[in-house]
């Protein structure tokens, strides 16, 4: 089922799929991702892209959210920056480092809210293969794989979100990506 990000019902509509388990393409502030509600859709989700058990997927959230998860809080260089392309590992309360991000798009944001549970998160492609930018290649490749696509633009963007690993200081940037982190390592150097 291909769903238009602008359309009022979508989010009703993803919402129902995602609830039951359902795993789909959603248009993120970064690139396209395939998504699946945590608990209940890791399973799913790892089948779809032939991820192995042992990587696990970010979580996209609200800032809610996230301070529900996080063992320590957001750090607030953090906090001042989401909602942002920045993904950030932090402590959850179980002790196990996670990587959750705050997306800055609103149809995120509402879907977030109206499941009222963070999501699960990865790029859209298989374990191993190149990462699909465009939602024609998308479609293509995964209509028949997931239980919805939902269409942003042709191509939502072409570089994925920052990732930093928060657990130590300073922050360790491990991927860089569409968020420029240079003043917030810059910061931590001269505290």
Known sequence: ???NKNNPETIQIVSSLIKSGGVGVLPCDTIYGLC??????EKPLRFVKNRPDYKPFLLVCTMEQVRSICRDGIPKD???IWPAPLTV????KS???????VPDDPFLQ???ETIGSPLYSTSVNT???PTLLNFSEIRQRFECSVDFLVKGSETQGLVPSTLIDATVYPYKVLRQGAFNVDELIKSQVRT
């Open 36 to 41: 699946s509600l945590v608990g209940i859709g």
């Open 78 to 80: 953090i906090e001042s």
């Open 1 to 3: 089922m291909v769903l």
């Open 95 to 101: 002790g196990i480092p996670t990587a959750m991000r």
């Open 127 to 129: 374990s191993g293969e």
């Open 89 to 92: 590992i932090l402590y959850s």
């Open 110 to 112: 509402k879907l977030l």
